[in-house]
């Protein structure tokens, strides 16, 4: 019964983990265009110049000329950004010690998650001469991963749970921040006691898990081990669900951050395909109140733009 | 040092100063200039100002006069409210939308970026000048009264006209540098809020400093200039201008103005026509001795690059970033040229790239590539050696970090400096600090608004330019040149210089980079930079 509440529980958690993280995308991606707000150094300026900070507005008569964009750039900041948190450790060495083992704890935990997800269809779905080694490897990956995973993540969220209640940053810290912090010790601290005590060879997780990938809602433990591994998944069920409702859905913002502020650098031609949609931004109505600005909620940004200001 | 101790602060004693810089207290600057009781005395607010107006620091920019009744208390806090909702509308704030809601939803609170902040660091780190601390007064504004969500989400803060007055103030400390935002891990951007509370402001409440504003803006739009020039006193400077070159190059020139069919619509801050007349005069003379078809405009508004909207407004801006491509337009020319000005660059350059369609969207260029690809094409003789003093480089914020100029001017000064006399700031290029004078502060003077400035705005620039020159002799007869291509930077510059008297004292000088180029001119009479204090 209580392993059963743990698959739906799972379900729910993931299924809404995905929704929330899609609503999310969708949000950002859908916002109007706005005026340019980039800030160099632009990882994806060609030509050598991402690595000084310039731009193709240094170009004599850039606007004849094919911006050179390069993905390798973008990719040579974004990918140890995301790894190693380098902004963080180049600019906020203390927050970065704390920062650092909390993220990438995360992204074992999370990446050990997709193993045995992936490991759990295979053993599922594919036969045997294949998922004999593939369930192999997972067993030997997932609990040194995993298990290094769950205690960098619960000493970075101790350390960050530290430091925001630091003199320094205690005034700028809400009541939640420090519950999500201690989320995540409950999530971890109740997974790691589980796979100290009762399941070292991660044995009951995997089984549990290749279970909710085959959509069989079979008993996993029983007794007190049963009961840890509902706690632990009801936990990490919940946090995933919760994380993309919270301003930790930064990782979906960043990319937006990044790629559609701080980088966005494309020039808006003339005769191009920006040029309908700003017309139409600029036909839309405006309602500032301020008496200079002129507008009555009827009047275009165009309409105010183009008034007469001599008088 | 007295400083907040809490952003809850914000709204409490009113009236009273919520933070207080004591400048012996201050960190020292480099020699000669490391005796911090040799320095100048910060200029006390008046007991009048502090009586008229809401208090917030040691200063005053925006003059938001002390409500009398309840109602005006009332409508500052509704006011505000209202506008902070606007800025969540696609209709109202679809220019900055995206940006605004990434830093009020992601910050962290991390205090990442404190480290870059070049006020709240010359502060002595008060707590008051920390990027974060306004926008964390912005954010618990939002989510508590207008989104009216638990306090525990995303913390408290009480909400009266003294907060809403004091926060206004708050942003006019902020010198939109966005250095802070460079820094930032997750791509939060503090400096946009401060600009974000700037527009609340002046487009909902009608509340701006008068000089960016009624005398900045407005009065371009109006007669065709901040400086309050007319068409046909912009003639006739250019006309004097152009004689007074003439005498000091030996080289006859004749501005073009209106000059229909000219490749080039060269578009000066008409604030150097005003203050600094060389700055033209040597464009000119650069430009026709490389045989460019260009002109100037009389058409109002058309020989004043400058457009203040940038900092606080978005339909000023519009508004006059529209009129100068009609203006382009009439003139039929192929693009514009943008003289040395950050703001007015990065303004019709990157943040107008978005408003102008059709037959306004006429290309816009630097300057500086512009003189660069003079230099390497070979018209002009230069003669190094006629440069031979120490250089250093400003590198202008919206220039360089907000638009990836960085390496033209190198070019340049590489041309007309001789080897071993160019050295740059530490840090430079898009790390740079900003002059100090950014976001308008160096046109603002109200108050003692000009001492608050450049003990706390520039008094990082002043320090990195004594840093350049530590090598050097400070002996005032050894000149040295600090190399400024942006009218408000130079202004900032010069401001700098007079307060700490660096010119008598230390023989520090500033100027643009086109007089560099004439200085080093073979055809030009020697002695184009004149080292005469003006």
């Known amino acids: ?311 | 040092m007295k400083q907040p101790n809490s952003v809850k602060d914000m709204g409490k004693n009113p009236g009273e100063p919520l933070a207080q810089i004591n400048q012996y207290e201050q960190i020292p600057l480099p020699p000669p200039f490391d005796k911090i009781d040799e320095e100048p005395e910060f200029a006390q607010l008046s007991d009048a100002a502090r009586e008229k107006y809401v208090v917030l620091d040691d200063t005053i920019a925006v003059n938001i006069e002390k409500p009398k009744t309840k109602e005006e208390e009332d409508k500052l806090v509704n006011g505000f409210l209202s506008g902070l909702e606007k800025l969540f509308s696609v209709d109202d704030n679809w220019t900055f939308l995206q940006p605004f809601e990434m830093s009020m939803e992601h910050c962290a609170k991390c205090h990442t970026c404190s480290d870059a902040c070049p006020i709240f660091q010359e502060s002595g780190e008060n707590e008051l000048y920390r990027p974060v601390y306004r926008s964390e007064i912005l954010r618990r504004i939002y989510f508590k009264y207008v989104k009216k969500a638990s306090p525990s989400l995303h913390g408290d803060i009480d909400l009266n006209w003294e907060t809403v007055a004091r926060l206004i103030e708050l942003s006019y400390r902020c010198n939109l540098c966005r250095r802070c935002a460079q820094t930032c891990p997750i791509g939060a951007d503090n400096a946009l809020l401060s600009r974000e509370i700037r527009k609340i402001a002046s487009m909902e409440m009608g509340i701006v400093p008068k000089e960016i504003h009624d005398d900045g803006s407005v009065l371009q739009l109006r007669v065709g200039s901040s400086t309050g020039m007319t068409p046909m006193i912009v003639k006739d400077n250019i006309e004097f201008i152009d004689e007074d070159t003439a005498e000091r190059t030996g080289i006859t020139i004749e501005t073009p103005f209106d000059k229909v069919g000219a490749d080039i619509l060269l578009i000066h801050n008409a604030g150097e026509i005003m203050a600094w007349p060389e700055n033209p005069g040597a464009f000119a003379t650069v430009f026709e001795a490389a045989g460019l078809s260009w002109t100037l405009s009389s058409d109002a508004i058309g020989y004043d690059g400058i457009n203040y909207g940038v900092w606080y407004d978005d339909v000023q801006f519009a508004r006059v970033a529209v009129r100068h491509a009609a203006i382009a337009k009439k003139l039929g020319v192929r693009k514009i040229v943008l003289g040395e000005c950050g703001h007015a660059h990065k303004a019709l350059t990157v943040i107008a790239d978005k408003v102008l369609t059709g037959d306004l969207n006429i290309p816009r260029e630097s300057s500086m590539v512009t003189l660069r690809d003079i230099i390497r094409s070979g018209v002009l003789k230069l003669d190094k050696s006629r440069n031979d003093f120490p250089v250093t480089l400003h590198d202008p914020c919206n220039l360089v970090r907000l638009m990836g100029i960085v390496s033209p001017q190198r070019e340049i000064i590489d041309a007309v400096v001789p080897e071993g006399r160019f050295r740059e700031m530490a840090p430079h290029g898009v790390e740079n600090y900003c002059c100090g004078g950014g976001s308008g502060f160096a046109i603002m003077s109200g108050h003692n608004f000009k001492d608050w400035r450049h003990r706390m705005t520039g008094r990082r620039k002043f320090r990195q330019i004594l840093n350049a020159f530590q090598d050097e002799s400070m002996d005032p007869s050894h000149m040295k040149y600090v190399c400024a291509p942006c009218s408000n930077c130079k202004g900032q510059i010069r401001d700098i210089i007079t307060y700490y008297d660096a010119f008598e004292k230390a023989g520090i000088y500033y100027g643009g980079l086109v007089e560099l180029i004439v200085n080093a001119m073979v055809d030009v009479k020697p002695g184009f930079i004149d080292w005469e204090w003006h």
């Open chain 1, 1 to 311: 019964m209580m392993t059963t509440f743990a698959y739906v529980v799972a379900y729910l958690g993931l299924v809404f983990f995905l929704i929330a993280c899609i609503a999310r995308f969708m949000m950002w991606s859908k916002m109007p265009m706005h005026v340019r707000w980039e800030l160099y150094p632009v990882a994806h300026e060609g030509g050598g110049k991402a690595a000084y900070g310039g731009s193709y507005l240094e170009d004599t008569e850039w606007w004849t000329k094919k911006r050179e964009v390069s993905l390798f750039g973008e990719l040579k900041v974004m990918v140890p950004e995301i790894l190693f948190l380098v902004a963080l450790r180049e600019h906020n060495k203390k927050l970065w010690t704390r920062s650092f083992p909390f993220h990438f704890g995360l992204y074992l935990v999370g990446g050990v998650t997709a193993l045995m997800l992936a490991g759990g269809l295979v053993v599922g779905y594919l036969p045997e001469n294949i998922a004999a080694p593939v369930a192999k490897i997972v067993n030997l990956v997932a609990p040194f991963l995993g298990g290094a995973g769950l205690v960098l993540g619960i000493i970075g969220a101790i350390g960050l749970f530290m430091r925001r209640r630091s003199r320094a940053l205690r005034d700028y810290t809400a009541p939640a921040d420090l519950f999500n912090l201690v989320f995540f010790i409950a999530a971890f601290g109740v997974s790691l006691v589980s796979l100290v005590v009762y399941d070292r060879d991660f044995s009951m997780v995997t089984t549990f898990i290749t279970n909710l990938v085959t959509f069989d809602l079979a008993p996993v433990g029983a007794g007190p081990a049963g009961l840890l591994l509902t706690l632990s998944v009801v936990l990490l069920a919940l946090l995933t669900a919760y994380i993309p409702t919270t301003h930790m859905s930064h990782f979906i913002g960043k990319y937006f951050a990044y790629h559609s502020i701080r980088w966005s650098d494309e020039p808006n031609l003339a005769g191009g395909r920006q040029e309908g949609t700003i017309q139409e931004l600029l036909s839309r109505p405006v309602t500032w109140s301020a008496p200079h600005i002129g507008a009555d909620g009827k009047k275009s940004w165009l309409d105010v733009t183009l008034e007469d200001q001599t008088k």
